[in-house]
């Protein structure tokens, strides 16, 4: 069975569709069949996959507003073993629409579980915002995985998502838990970002990662290239921070590690 994983933080620009893209990357790597699921109208993950979101037909668009839809039809393969249901510019305009719905956030839930899921993982990647498009990837998956910034006023933002996961595993999906907390773009020389890490682990104790992701520009430079960071650059400290994310990830999930 596919374990189905939703990335969200309400904050943007902090390493979501990144961490997506790589860890994505990292799981084929290690022969584990993915599919992506854009949930962003930005398209961030898809860009670095290599789809462009004003330039495509089926989206995740598709996968929300219509019943019965059929996910080989929605997909596109772009690598060994990684799919991807695209976000599309229309993607924006299903959050006003799906707004007059009733079930307007289980959606996703209803695609996925409506279809065969050939892959052992799907992640999905969310918008910066908790509105309809974060809360149906929050009632679809089964782990919730926090990335965060190594920067004061970070804990506010997670503790606002935990509010919101608490109120949807109550009432629409049981079944959602927290994976973890990984740190993003960790500035080595700030003094602040340790002291940020050190209280992570002093509220969230084991489930903050072990695994830090450094701040680098090859992060950036990849995307150009249209290449995961693992591909662009294999050898370097930030793709390899990816694998053993990717490790401590496949790791929670044979221990079950609540
Ligand atoms: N570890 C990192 N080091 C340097 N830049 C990074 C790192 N992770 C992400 N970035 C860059 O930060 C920007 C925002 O990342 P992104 O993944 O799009 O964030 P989000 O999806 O949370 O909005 C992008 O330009 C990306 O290339
Ligand atoms: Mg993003």
Redesign the pocket.
Known sequence: MARILVVA?Q???????????NLARALTERQYRVLIIDL?P?G??SATVGVDSFNVKRSTYTLLMKDKVNLEKVMRRVGPNLAIVPASIDLAAAEVQLAKQSNQVQRLRYALNHNALPFDYILI?TP?TLGILTANGLVAAQELLI?VQAQYLAMRGIRGLLQTMEQITKKLNPELRLLGIFV???DARARHAQEVLDELHTVFGAKVFQTV????????E??IAHQSVLDYAPEHP?SQAYRQLAQEIIQRGETNNV
Do not use: C, H, R
């Open positions: 933080n904050k943007g620009g902090i390493g979501k569709s990144t961490s997506v893209a962003d930005q961030g993950v990647d910066p990335p993003t773009m960790f992701l450094p701040y680098d520009e090859v992060v950036a990849a995307p930030v």
